[in-house]
């Protein structure tokens, strides 16, 4: 048997189902010229396919079992062979049919562009039984545009006088109409050319143009196409600058977020140090000492545990309204005087002297513990 490659030797099967017929057929007479029993037909197979399809036949019951027409089914069956077989719809034909109808038809050479293009799917699907030989001659009716079909019925009726408009025009006898119509020997074949370049100028700017006008219809396209590249190439830098502007954004932003973590801590305990000196140097009545404790307080919550809270405040926040007639306020002790007899230090129970004149409450009034209200009472 030949190889691979040879002129008798059928194409390389890869898989494909609109070609696993046609390589079976093949292959089945490349066999029947060498006569090829069935049991090797299974087997030397496989020297004609690619790699993929040869480990799926080797898998396969019927290969081991060397049962040809069991193996040959399978790969019909497996590879799809009936998927070639439904290549057009009834909705094909009809997209023809209107894209004709459209376009229109004017000489004889697009008329057997349609034709062909017709034959192609409506043949093939009247030999399927998708459709009547009626309706192929109706659809192919349809693909005429209106002016065609006025003449082409007119021309029928006078070699024809007894026609039904009732039934359609048999698609051969159109065939005929329209080739006496369009055939290149008439005596005025020249004007028609003119007529025709002048019908094909007029629909320019709504249809494609034929061959005639095929360069300027190529040249505005192409000129379409150069706009539609500057668009899309002016949408892409734009796109593009906005694009880098985000991701400079972005970096930026990544840049701020490393900078605050790269922050040493070394800097937050030189603060609390410098408020912890700064507290050292106050005393607690003065009136900055529980701000600056506050702050030390939020940077580092061990303070409270080594610097003394400022003083609460008991009365009110603000000063008492004077009143219309103030009694003034009493006249302060001479401290050189004895205190009557009788009475005791409120501070430390002494009665040699008065609250006022207590050692030891002046000392914790001077150290700040302590502290006069405008009324000179001990808060």
């Given amino acids: 048997m030949p190889l691979l490659g040879a002129r008798s030797a059928p194409a390389k099967f890869a898989g494909k189902y609109d070609t696993v017929k046609k390589f079976i057929r093949q292959y089945k007479q490349m066999c029947a010229v060498y006569n090829v029993p069935d049991g090797e037909k299974c087997q ?4 004609y396919c690619s790699t993929r399809v040869t480990r799926f ?11 040809w027409a069991q193996l040959e089914s399978d790969i019909l069956t497996y590879y799809d062979a009936e998927l070639n077989e439904s290549r057009y719809l009834v909705s094909d034909l009809d997209k023809l049919v209107d894209r004709w109808r459209g376009k229109g038809i004017y000489n004889l050479r697009r008329f057997k562009e349609y034709e062909v ?21 109706t659809k192919f009716w349809y693909g005429l545009n209106g002016n065609l079909r006025e003449i082409v019925e007119a021309r029928y009726m006078t070699s024809h006088p007894r026609y039904d408009p009732r039934n359609v025009i048999p698609r051969d006898d159109v065939a005929k109409i329209i080739y006496a119509m369009f055939t290149r020997d008439r005596f005025d074949a020249d004007l028609s050319a003119r007529k025709t370049k002048d019908r094909r100028a007029k629909r320019t700017s709504k249809h494609d143009s034929s061959d005639e006008s095929g360069d300027e219809s190529d040249k505005e396209s192409d000129e379409e196409d150069a706009r539609k590249k500057r668009r899309n190439r002016k949408q892409k830098e734009k796109d593009t600058h906005w694009k880098d502007k985000l991701e400079e954004k972005g970096k930026a932003k990544a840049k701020g977020r490393a900078v605050k973590e790269d922050t040493p801590e070394v800097e937050i305990v030189d ?18 000492y529980a701000q600056v404790y506050y702050r030390a307080l939020k940077k580092d919550s061990t303070i409270a545990d080594i610097i003394a809270p400022p ?3 008991t009365g009110a926040i603000f000063p008492p309204m004077q009143r ?4 003034p306020p009493p006249l302060f002790q001479d401290t050189t005087r004895m205190a009557p007899s009788g009475m005791n230090c409120f501070g430390c129970g002494s009665k040699e002297h008065m609250v006022r004149q207590c050692p030891p409450i002046n000392g914790l009034l001077n150290e700040g513990q302590l502290k006069r209200d405008d009324r000179g009472r001990l808060i």
Avoid at 44 to 47: G, L, V
Avoid at 126 to 135: I, N, P
Avoid at 274 to 287: C, H, N, Q, Y
Avoid at 324 to 327: D, E
Wanted: charged share 35%; glycine share 4%.
């Fill in 324 to 327: 219309m007639n103030p009694t």
């Fill in 57 to 67: 036949i080797e898998a396969l019951d019927s290969f081991v079992d060397e049962d």
């Fill in 311 to 313: 003083i609460r405040r």
């Fill in 44 to 47: 030397r197979i496989i020297d």
């Fill in 271 to 288: 603060e609390v140090e410098e408020l912890v000196g700064k507290l050292s140097r106050m005393k607690v009545s003065d009136t900055e």
């Fill in 117 to 137: 293009e017709f034959l192609t799917i409506a043949n093939w699907l009247l030999h399927k039984g998708k459709v009547t030989q009626a309706e192929q001659h």
